[in-house]
């Protein structure tokens, strides 16, 4: 992937497929390291997780599967960290931490696209974002503006329009902005 | 954004449109989003459809994913269901080609018989 945050909406849609009602992602970044956490209540992971991290291993109807795999592919390649913790009926819990220095590391890319893709394709599951830079944090909760939207549909095209500029603007300030 | 008070007002605006315009039949597109349709494209591709969607103020419309179906090497895939006309999936879209299947054929019933690659 061209962005860690392609990785990250693959990581959102495995969530998705898991059948989650609930996710929340933090996005942790320094000077030196960036730590990415995804959280849901989907159906959790029966047995040993590192198993998922095996390309051979998919649930899905087909041979295998490489979402968890790319992941693991970089933070090898950056010597970082992984952790995946997840039972049935508790949800899943996936975490990688990575060095920013290391060269094989994407950037983090459009982080807003994959937000605004996720929340137009499932619009039903209450997505939460938080993302932290040094002494800076905001956050998203797509519940809130479900709320705010009664019965109009967080994903009509009007409504991402007003979204992606929103999270567009919280990222540019988290960034340093003014 | 500026504040609360915008996302109310579109809300308003929103409500009174689909009143005028909504016309009870729902096309229906299903694009890849496994592993192999995000490296290849998809979430641009799908960020290009709803951004048409909004220039041409047309919401008549259920965006679905999909996992892989078995067609890598054609993805991004796109499969667009509009009622009176065949189901059909075209592969390897690019940005270009996802605004003129929004024009062409989610809008104006005109399939574009040269990008599909699976019809039923
Ligand atoms: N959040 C999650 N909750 C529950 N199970 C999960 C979760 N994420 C991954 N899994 C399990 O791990 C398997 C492997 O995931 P991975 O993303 O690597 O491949 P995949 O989703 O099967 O296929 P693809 O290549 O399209 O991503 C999945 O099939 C699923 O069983
Ligand atoms: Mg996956």
Redo the contacts between chains.
Sequence with gaps: MKELALNILDLLENSAAAKAENIMLIIYENTDKIHIELKDDGSGIDGNPNRLLDPFYSSKNKKIGLGLPFVKEIVTLCQGSMDIQGKPGSGTNISFNLPKGCIDLPPLGNIVSTIITFITLHPEINFKYEHVIGEKFSIFDSQEFKTMLEDVPINHPKVLKLLESYLENNLKNLYGGN | ?KS?E???K??D???ED?KIRAKGERVKIT?G????G??SGA??V??AI??E??IRN??DIE???T??I?LDAKEPLLTVEKPGLPKVTYGLVTIEMAKRIVVEHVINSQIIGDWVIRSS
């Design positions: 954004m609360l915008d996302l109310k579109l809300r605006q929103i409500r689909i694009i989003m496994g592993t192999t995000i490296a979430r641009e799908l960020k709803v951004n969607l909004e047309y919401s965006i679905l994913q996992g892989s078995g």
